[in-house]
């Protein structure tokens, strides 16, 4: 497919201005002007639309497609929640208004903090974070203060070898060492290697739960224990919360700093670049140490406090992301607990279904009932010359986004598929066949299987070159 500029004849236009109906201005000095014209496509108004109307059929997104990305929830998000973020009383908001011009978007986030608080059993939530990572990043600011108030002398953090990246890097820009615990036979962190690790040196237990296999850890209350006595906070990575709301709250088993994704859980679309939000949710020790300002309600009428001596200061511009917050304010309310519940249900039967239906065809090297996302491995194709990479690239030609392939790094050849609660039993049969065709033609003609994809504007790319050497302004 040409680009735009390839597009683009001399002369060729899409617009006419129309005559200036204000004075003009003094011209600009010399030292500023242009030395040549920019650049700028030369084309028709019917060029520019056909253009980027293609172009947008070319997009991978839920809108159009299943996008089973193992750990990253790419489930379709209801479009009321769209609109209700495109009400102009929201949207139009400036953030410097006065809390008496303001009330009902703090009580949004008022309310929002009580529901979080509800579903995950923590005292107090902060919806500041404009991310996950950058909860995490406060998550771990918070544990720091809340040492270095009592005199605690911490120097360690302890992540499993399944967490997501973004967990060691939290920890590591806050000046933790890392102690990085193996994963043992039943896909859970090794219980035993955990214990001799743990120090009083250790700061904060790092955990997903259930895991980046899919798997839910038994031991959880165990390791929160061993924690708590060893002077450390336990941390939950609230990524895959969507595999437990409604049956199991963090803060009842022992967590003491949670974050959560908005914009995956609670109805934002991910991807793309945000905007997202990563709240951060604690229990009351660690309340006073949450970001400023902090919503209030009292005789009725909502404020924002600044004055809290202990808090770790300001982590974002004004409130966080605040359609975000809005949408996912919605998302709760229509829901409700049922809802929620019904939720953590589905992901996990269609994560199932399709793990049963695959695990005669593909490795499965922790082979238990998963909860949100099941990992095989691709080391039986592997045999055959077909890696993971090949099985994704077909899968493209087949109209479906690729799992998580590679992640986690201790399963080889990994495929992380994560169906979402919200796709229909048709969809994931449609994908379980493909699945099955790709475990077949590795057997039989894996030559098939090498030189996809051939339904797309560009076929197999250098991964590598693509990703250290990126191109993304028009030199021509």
């Known amino acids: 497919m040409q680009l735009i500029f390839e597009k683009s004849v001399k002369g060729r236009h899409g617009v006419k201005l129309p005559e200036l109906d204000v004075p003009e201005s003094e011209e600009l000095p010399q030292a500023y002007r242009r030395t040549k014209a920019p650049f700028l496509p030369e084309v028709s108004e019917l060029d520019v639309i056909r253009h980027f109307t293609r172009l947008s059929q070319l997009n991978y997104s839920i809108d159009t497609h299943f996008y089973p990305l193992g750990s990253c929830t790419m489930k379709y998000n209801p479009k009321f929640t769209e609109e209700i973020a495109r009400i102009e009383r929201f949207s139009n908001l400036h953030p410097l208004l006065p809390e008496e011009l303001v009330q009902g978007a703090l009580e949004v986030i008022y309310e929002t903090e009580r529901s979080l608080c509800e579903i995950t059993g923590m005292d107090g939530f902060s919806l500041q974070p404009l991310a996950g990572a950058h909860g995490e990043l406060t998550g771990l600011l918070l544990?720091?203060?809340?040492?270095?108030?009592?005199?605690?002398?911490?120097?360690y953090v302890i992540v499993p070898?399944?967490?997501?990246?973004?967990?060691?890097?939290?920890?590591?820009v806050c000046g933790y060492e890392l102690m990085v615990i193996p994963t043992a036979r039943d896909g859970c962190m090794d219980l035993k290697k955990y214990k001799e690790?743990?120090?009083?040196?250790?700061?904060?237990?790092?955990l997903t739960c259930p895991n980046t296999l899919g798997i839910f850890n038994p031991h959880i209350m165990e390791i929160a224990d061993l924690a708590h006595q060893a002077g450390a906070l336990l941390y939950y990575d609230g990524a895959n919360l969507n595999a437990i709301m409604g049956k199991m709250r963090p803060g009842d088993v022992g967590f003491d700093v949670v974050h959560l994704n908005l914009h995956k859980t609670f109805a934002t679309p991910h991807g793309g670049g945000g905007p997202g939000a990563g709240p951060?949710?604690?229990?009351?020790?660690?309340?006073?140490?949450l970001p400023i300002p902090r919503i209030i309600k009292k005789d009725g009428k909502f404020s924002l406090e600044y004055d809290k001596p202990h808090s770790i200061?300001?982590?974002?511009?004004?409130?966080?992301?605040?359609?975000?917050?809005?949408?996912?304010?919605?998302y709760i309310l229509l829901l409700g607990k049922s809802g929620l519940i019904s939720v953590s249900e589905k992901a996990v039967l269609n994560a199932n279904y399709i793990r049963?239906?695959?695990?005669?065809?593909y490795d499965l090297p922790f082979d238990r009932v998963c909860m949100h996302e099941c990992v095989f491995s691709a080391k039986r194709q592997a045999e055959k010359g077909?890696?993971?990479?090949?099985?994704?690239?077909?899968l493209i030609d087949k109209g479906f986004h690729p799992p998580t392939i590679y992640f986690p790094p201790i399963?080889?050849?990994?495929?992380?598929?994560?169906?979402t609660e919200t796709e229909s039993k048709e969809t994931l049969d449609e994908f379980i066949e493909v699945m099955i065709e790709i475990a077949k033609l590795a057997e039989e003609h894996p030559d098939v299987l090498k030189n996809t994809p051939v339904t797309t504007p560009v076929k197999r790319l250098d991964e590598v070159k693509a990703a250290r050497e990126l191109k993304l302004r028009w030199m021509g």
């Open 356 to 361: 049963a239906f695959l695990k005669d065809y």
């Open 280 to 289: 951060i949710g604690v229990k009351k020790q660690l309340v006073e140490f």
């Open 197 to 206: 690790k743990l120090n009083p040196e250790v700061a904060a237990v790092m």
């Open 313 to 330: 200061g300001f982590i974002a511009p004004f409130y966080g992301n605040f359609l975000v917050v809005l949408k996912a304010h919605a």
């Open 143 to 155: 544990i720091t203060a809340f040492h270095k108030h009592y005199g605690h002398q911490k120097k």
């Open 161 to 172: 070898d399944s967490s997501h990246g973004t967990n060691p890097a939290s920890a590591g």
């Open 386 to 394: 077909i890696r993971a990479l090949d099985i994704a690239k077909y």
């Open 411 to 419: 399963v080889k050849e990994a495929l992380m598929i994560e169906p």
